[in-house]
């Protein structure tokens, strides 16, 4: 696996993760702390983590 291939797991795994946020607070099985909480980690992590891990990667 190279390193473009890595990113774009870590993208997919992500937005996985947020898809799967918003069906849960569809489904009101979280609460919208909870819901707007995953969605600023989701936000801090591809706007700050994933351009650092770009350049090591690169």
Avoid: S
Wanted: hydrophobic fraction near 65%; charged fraction near 10%.
């Amino acid at each position: 696996m190279n390193n473009q291939q890595k990113l774009k797991l870590i993208g997919y795994v992500i937005l996985t993760i947020l898809i799967a946020n918003l069906i849960l607070f569809a489904l009101q099985m979280i609460n919208w702390i909870t819901f707007w909480g995953v969605i600023i980690l989701g936000f801090l992590f591809v706007w700050k983590v994933l351009p650092i891990l770009k350049e090591k990667l690169n």
